[in-house]
């Protein structure tokens, strides 16, 4: 297992599932001995025991602000309890997740803003692609990313298209590659050492799922995401076929795009 830096603290909620993995993981982020804390990705709804162990974690610390790395509920669910036990602002680049802290008003994330945190910088990235507001919090001082579902660690990602756009996503995991050597920090699944390997097998994966689904049109013609779908993965899948027609949607809506 990789040892996290020293500012990074990782708590895995209980809430496994095949789309989440082992289950969401929850990120404190500054030094053991300063006087605050910034909590990325509180987890789901329910699940107080977690939310207890967040604040147990914090210690003596005060949680100054709760980022959210998108909109999905398996990330943001437990965030308004932690923000009332608290009095921290809940701050993603979607305006619908924000929620005021103490002083009554929040701003939502901005692309390359800096959040200063115990100690330690996170600078705010804007990664589309799984969805439109996802972002990923750079650590410059340990060269860390926590990438929320923008890169998982093990597997793939889905997109939740038409939210999220393939393009988008090429887009944003050309940009995650420049970041070859550092530490990759998912939200799902396990840490890696080196984020830029998995950015490469990442990008492969999906090129080589465009020329097969190229070959497929040069086939059988213009096809819809249902028969796509149908063509890639069989009849009876074992993917849900929601999740299909997502994918599949996602891959002719960025062919089109690059015609």
């Not at 500012?7 to 990120?27: D, H, R």
């Not at 650590?139 to 597997?155: F, K, S």
């Not at 530490?183 to 950015?199: C, Q, T, W, Y």
Request: aromatic residues 4%; hydrophobic residues 35%.
């Amino acid at each position: 297992m990789m040892s996290l830096p020293s500012t990074v603290q990782l708590l895995t909620c209980q809430n496994p599932s095949p789309m989440t993995l082992e289950g969401t993981n929850t990120y404190l982020i500054g030094e053991p001995s300063a006087q605050d804390v910034v909590v990325v990705d509180p987890g789901p709804e329910g699940h107080t025991e977690h939310v207890r162990a967040l604040m147990a974690a914090a210690g003596s610390r005060t949680v100054t602000q709760i980022l959210i790395t998108h909109r999905h509920s398996d990330h943001l669910g437990a965030a308004k309890l932690l923000s009332a036990m608290t009095g921290a602002e809940v701050r993603g680049l979607d305006p619908e997740v924000c929620l005021p802290g103490g002083e009554g008003t929040v701003l939502p994330l901005a692309n390359q803003e800096t959040v200063s945190a115990g100690g330690t910088e996170i600078t705010v990235l804007h990664t589309p692609g799984h969805t439109s507001d996802s972002v990923c919090f750079w650590l410059p001082e340990p060269r860390a990313m926590l990438t929320g579902d923008t890169v998982l660690g093990r597997g793939t990602t889905m997109l939740d298209y038409p939210d999220g756009t393939l393009s988008d996503y090429l887009t944003t995991l050309d940009t995650l590659s420049r970041y070859d050597d550092a530490a990759l920090l998912p939200a799902h699944g396990p840490a890696h050492e080196r984020m830029g390997p998995v950015i490469d097998q990442y990008i492969q994966h999906r090129r080589e799922r465009l020329d097969e689904v190229r070959a497929l049109r040069d086939e059988y013609g213009e096809l819809t995401a249902e028969e796509l779908g149908r063509l890639l993965y069989g009849e009876n899948p074992a993917v849900h076929p929601r999740v299909i027609s997502k994918i599949a949607g996602a891959q002719l809506e960025h062919l089109r795009r690059a015609s």
